[in-house]
Nanobody
Framework: EVQLVESGGGLVQAGGSLRLSCAAS????????IGWFRQAPGKEREGVSC???????TFYADSVEGRFTISRDNANTVSLKMNSLKPEDTGVYYC????????????????WGQGTQATVSS
């Protein structure tokens, strides 16, 4: 059974940090790009970051460049370290796995987790 399980969300003040984790099972993890997306209330889901399935190249949305860092930590786990958080970073964060490679287009991804809530207070 394919599973992606996010953890690490919570409530933090502006300027603080959170570290999200995505634990994967049930598919060949190293063959898949892993993306992080977020969805704020009333808004569409948007891409935040991605790490590729070839040479671990990383990609970031302009809004998080320089503040967020994505990495493959160990077997079947990808983390997203979020620093200097802003209230506009609030949302449900999802990880997703895609066989084709990195993209911020949702349809590139085959599997999705259930999400973890991150709330940044001002």
């Amino acid at each position: 059974e394919v599973q992606l399980v996010e953890s690490g969300g919570g409530l933090v003040q502006a300027g603080g940090s959170l570290r999200l984790s995505c634990a994967a099972s049930g598919f060949p993890f190293d063959d898949y790009a892993i993306g992080w997306f977020r969805q704020a209330p009333g808004k569409e889901r948007e891409g935040v970051s991605c790490i590729s399935n070839t040479d671990d190249m990383t990609f970031y949305a302009d809004s998080v460049e320089g503040r967020f860092t994505i990495s493959r930590d160990n077997a079947n786990t990808v983390s997203l370290k979020m620093n200097s958080l802003k209230p506009e970073d609030t949302g449900v964060y999802y990880c997703a796995a895609g066989r084709v490679g990195c993209s911020f287009a949702l349809y590139f991804y085959d599997y999705w987790g259930q999400g973890t809530q991150a709330t940044v207070s001002s």
